[in-house]
T-cell receptor, first 114, second 113 residues
Framework: NAGVMQNPRHLVRRRGQEARLRCSPM?????VYWYRQLPEEGLKFMVY????????ESGMPKERFSAEFPKEGPSILRIQQVVRGDSAAYFC????????????FGPGTRLLVL | DQQVKQNSPSLSVQEGRISILNCDYT??????FLWYKKYPAEGPTFLIS?????DKNEDGRFTVFLNKSAKHLSLHIVPSQPGDSAVYFC????????????FGKGTKLTVNP
């Protein structure tokens, strides 16, 4: 059973471009969580999705950020018109049930905005 | 406002000795606490948890202690091994863990052979 996969592992964008981060959950996991880790900071919750539904997006910035988890395919975190402050590591975790102990994290995508 | 604080950015111990990592929280609604371990270029891995109805939970070499009155928890690793060298994150949640996790900034543990 492959672990949580995220791609790309590294992404470089110029200010104003769009960034698309993908997360393929573990087989059988229908719950996906996105976290952001700014330099020298802990992980901060962004959004929790369960197949085709956004359950909790209280950690998402109000503008430029969106997330989806379609019926087929990976979960996508989309950042429009990136700014330098978006540079961070973005982690996704998947879980078979909504329980933090069963959240398995992917290796992260490191976004650098020039 | 940082609700979960890990005040020591780093800790260095000798192999075989005890490692004690500390965590403080401010939100009295938190009732579920977890520790994660993270190696470079990898995602965090769940290590051990404790709910507020307990004051201690043990799993092999890892023990977590919770002092609710002081809003403080600690992770003890005995004996420490070089493979334990990693960043350790404390996280907290409300409503038994069903609410989103709030993470501390992490403590980098180095275990010297």
């Amino acid at each position: 059973n492959a672990g949580v996969m995220q791609n790309p592992r590294h992404l470089v964008r110029r200010r104003g471009q769009e960034a698309r981060l993908r997360c393929s959950p573990m087989k059988g996991h229908s719950h996906v969580y996105w976290y952001r880790q700014l330099p020298e900071e802990g992980l901060k919750f962004m959004v929790y999705l369960q197949k085709e539904n956004i359950i909790d997006e209280s950690g998402m910035p109000k503008e430029r950020f969106s997330a989806e988890f379609p019926k087929e395919g990976p979960s996508i975190l989309r950042i429009q018109q990136v700014v330098r402050g978006d540079s961070a590591a973005y982690f996704c975790a998947s879980s078979p049930v909504p329980n933090p102990e069963t959240q398995y994290f992917g290796p992260g995508t490191r976004l650098l905005v020039l | 406002d940082q609700q979960v604080k890990q005040n020591s950015p780093s800790l260095s111990v000798q192999e075989g000795r005890i490692s004690i990592l500390n965590c403080d929280y401010t939100n009295s609604m938190f009732d579920y606490f977890l520790w994660y371990k993270k190696y470079p270029a990898e995602g965090p891995t769940f290590l051990i948890s404790i709910s507020s109805i307990k004051d201690k939970n043990e799993d092999g070499r890892f023990t977590v202690f919770l002092n609710k009155s002081a809003k403080h928890l600690s992770l003890h690793i005995v004996p420490s091994q070089p493979g334990d060298s990693a960043v350790y994150f404390c996280a907290a949640s409300a409503q038994g863990g069903s609410e989103k996790l709030v993470f501390g900034k992490g403590t980098k543990l180095t275990v010297n052979p």
